[in-house]
């Protein structure tokens, strides 16, 4: 892996464009929250690419045609927060755990073409990253959520840092001279 600090939201938005004509093919809505700020995350910007454009691969091949997909990016709690939801063309009779299993295995027992091998790289890719990677099944919704660490420069922590040190010592010349005005 060639980690470096990425904006999660430039990409997302960038791979989001490149499969703009393919999902309109299935006539496939995109519903995008995405801010307009940075999602700071320290990552390869190449495997990173390669979640996100096996996770719309998998939108484009299963999800049912005119509907909606739904894209959420969030910042929270200093964790970057994809959420990435559909309506499948299949029914989805099946938990997700056990959904993992089967593209694990390259399962041919789908409906379709492809052996679905695309999630399981995608949570692959986003586990070495330090990143967390979660299925959701109800119904014939299909969710996935991707959650990374956020990315805080050494600089900032520093800034950070030696500011809290100034705040320390501010707090601690106010105690003394109220503690000297008490006496």
Do not use: C, H, W
């Amino acid at each position: 892996l060639e980690r470096v600090p990425i904006d999660f939201g430039e990409l997302l938005r960038q791979t989001l464009g490149e499969f703009e004509d393919k999902f309109a093919e299935q006539e496939l809505q995109i519903v995008d929250s995405i801010q307009e700020q940075s999602y700071m995350i320290f990552a390869d910007g190449r495997r990173t690419f390669r979640i996100l454009e096996n996770l719309f691969q998998n939108i484009y091949k299963y999800a049912m045609p005119k509907t909606r997909v739904y894209v959420d990016l969030k910042n929270e709690k200093e964790r970057i927060e994809l959420s990435i939801k559909n309506i499948s063309k299949a029914p989805l009779n099946i938990d997700a755990k056990e959904l993992m299993e089967r593209f694990v295995r390259g399962d041919q027992s789908r409906t379709t073409e492809g052996s679905g091998l695309g999630l399981s790289i995608a949570q692959d890719l986003v586990k070495l990253q330090d990143g967390e990677f979660q299925i959701y099944l109800d119904g014939d919704l299909f969710k996935v959520m991707i959650t990374f660490p956020e990315f805080i420069s050494q600089e900032i922590v520093d800034m950070e840092e030696r500011q809290e040190g100034l705040e320390d010592k501010t707090v601690a010349a106010i105690e003394k001279a109220e503690k000297k005005n008490k006496k």
